[in-house]
């Protein structure tokens, strides 16, 4: 798994060296009927007003995609938008323009998978960390998530169907040590606790 780094640096630079929530992210929403000149995207913002956007009539391609991958993840993240802070939903809706923004984008770019994307917001629902990641994509799509403190460092891989891969790491008298997890994102907090990293989420 590629370490991640701060929002600011673009996503090339990524190559260098229980509680179940599923039915608060189920869609309740009917679905939306796209007019012939333009798409809705929803957005819940701090005031929890409805926002919509317009593709022009020149998009296609690409640009288009991009955009429908951005309101498509906008869309989801409004579903759930009463459990998310201000600062949650502010930084979601950044870290999806700025990955997928098509000035930045390059052949080994991805579009976020929207079921990678939803168990990452079932973590976040369910956690509360109350740091923010630094957010990433995986050359196939998967929301990559990273925490640093005091030496420490989380990061995961979020799947689909509610499944990840995290990876945490410490820096101990015998050297650097390391310890991976793969399962449920209900257990991953209890993982993160256990192995004494709580302090890069919380």
Known sequence: M????????????????????????????PPIELPS?????GNVTGGGERRIFQIPDRLEGLE?????????LKLLTSQVAMHLSTIERSSL??????LLNITEWEDESSQIDEESFR??????????????????????????????ADGKSVHVEFLPADQCMALVRWQSPRGPERIARRGHVAGLREFIENNAAIECID
């Open 119 to 148: 168990s990452f917001l079932r973590f976040t629902i369910y956690a509360r960390p109350r740091n923010i990641p630094n957010l990433g994509v995986s050359p196939d799509g998967a929301v990559l998530a990273g925490w640093h």
């Open 37 to 41: 000149r333009g798409r809705i995207e």
């Open 93 to 98: 809706f950044s870290a999806i323009d700025r």
């Open 2 to 29: 590629p370490d991640l780094v701060p929002s600011a640096v673009r996503k090339s630079d990524l190559r260098q060296p229980g509680f179940d929530t599923s039915a608060l992210l189920a869609s309740t929403a």
């Open 64 to 72: 288009a995609t991009l955009f429908k991958n951005r309101a498509d």
